[in-house]
């Protein structure tokens, strides 16, 4: 039982050193076996140089770059952002900074409304609104939102003081780059119809003319 036991040490040594060696070694007795095997190894294998033979974007794909920022309202924008204004970066900073600061944010507080309250932009608005605003600040806006249920932070009222105090390209770059708890949305609600959803939170909030004063 002694000889066996020290025949077995001496396996168990064994072992370990080549376990060590092939560490040492890498891929490399791999490699080796699958040249032997396939004619070719892991180490030696072809590169693709992306710029080795460009290719042009599928026809109708819309480039992420610039997919936000159409060219007119109702438009799909498949090139580059020609013949919209595209506004300047914004920063989440940025947003906080406006609310104490606005003089040193144009970027922010700076910017026209190139849309109308029409009646069709209040209702491009209100579709995107329920979409993509309601689920925290609710139908209504008053931030009561099935998501406030669970996380009340979420629950912003539109109504509030300093809610109805911010300009509209305060309220368009909140959807831009959001602020605070509230996410970014400017990836999924294009550059018109943030707008869209300004004029429609402007209705919401009672700031807007009458249809029949503004139609005069």
């Known amino acids: 039982m002694v000889e ?3 025949g077995m040490g001496k396996v168990r040594i064994w072992l370990a050193g080549a376990l060590v060696a092939l560490m ?12 032997t095997i396939f004619g070719r190894s892991m180490r ?52 906080l900074r406006a609310l104490t600061n606005p003089d ?16 069709e932009s209040l209702e491009r608005g209100e579709v995107l609104f329920q979409r993509a605003c309601a689920p925290c600040h609710g139908v209504d806006g008053q931030g009561d939102g099935p998501v406030s249920e669970v996380a009340p932070v979420f629950g912003v009222s539109l109504m509030s003081d ?3 105090g911010l300009v509209d390209g305060y309220v368009y770059s909140m959807i831009r780059v959001g602020r605070g708890a509230m996410p970014a949305l ?10 869209h959803v300004v004029n429609y ?16």
């Open 44 to 95: 030696d294998q072809p590169s693709f140089n992306p710029y080795e033979n460009p290719q042009p974007p599928p026809e109708g794909s819309v480039p992420f770059a610039s997919g936000n920022f159409p060219a007119a309202p109702g438009e799909v924008n498949l090139g580059q952002p020609e013949g919209t204004p595209v506004p300047a970066p914004v920063l989440p900073a940025d947003m």
């Open 4 to 6: 066996s036991g020290e």
């Open 201 to 216: 939170v402007r209705e919401l909030q009672g700031q807007l003319p009458d249809a029949e004063s503004s139609e005069n």
């Open 162 to 164: 300093q809610a109805l």
């Open 186 to 195: 400017g990836h999924q609600i294009t550059h018109y119809d943030r707008w």
């Open 104 to 119: 040193e944010v144009p970027q922010v507080t700076g910017l026209d409304n190139p849309i109308a309250p029409d009646a």
């Open 24 to 35: 040492a070694a890498g891929c490399t007795p791999m490699d080796d076996l699958l040249v």
